[in-house]
């Protein structure tokens, strides 16, 4: 299923990890070896996101991961993640998307303490007005610190360009609540220990799909157990802090990808 902008609005959506080489850059082998393991189950890409460690990655990184994406995409669209602590900023690196090719941005509120409601709705009215793509709403207060109520994210929902709502708000009841308001776009679950709390949605952003892409795109279509998704998740520490270490360290030894670095310093983690 599709968008009417042409996003999908259902299936397993991959928050693809940041493959360093041994000299720092974004390794180019390491994403086309990683979109090669995952293409066959998922419906669309999404890097530099919260797995990706978008937060913290510096321009020049985060525009080559987006273009090796791009590249090596076997066909599927690739959703940008736009994780800068500012509306200007976000503007900025979701224009740059565009006009790399991405097919859409995901994009968080703007970060940091005192950011009020009305501010986050204003955030999201400047990204639609000025972004010639569709929008993700990534609701999550993890990285930003902030997180749109309700009402609010029922108004961003009806903002013409948004298409969908990435919830990793971490409240499964909050999540059933906005699918019973029934919004005008598509609701993805953000997290694997919820998914099955959270019957109904469209579609779900894992983690857990850089390493069983196939186990997901199963339990989506009722092939296999939420008792399948939480031991995979215990396995591969998926609830900790720094995940997306994890993440690349079983893909480093599956050789999925050269070296388990990340970008982000250990202890800054969001």
Known sequence: MVTALGVPSGGVIVPLVTPLAADGSVSGPDVARLVAAVAGHVVALVPGLSTGEGWALDDDRWSA???????????LPVLAGTQRRTTAEVVARAAKAVALGAAGVVVPTQSGPGVTQREMYEHYVAVTATVAAPVVVYHESAVTGNLLDPATLLRVCELEGVVAVKD???DPAATRALLAAAPPVAVWQGYEDLVAQTP???????????LEPDLC???LAGQAAAADLDAACARYRLTEPDWYRHVKAHLCRRGVISTAAAVTPVGEEP
């Open 65 to 75: 991961v987006v273009s090796h994406t791009l590249a090596h995409r076997r066909g």
């Open 217 to 219: 795109a199963r339990y």
């Open 200 to 210: 109904g949605v469209d579609g779900c952003v894992l983690a857990l799909a850089n």
């Open 168 to 170: 990793s708000g971490g």
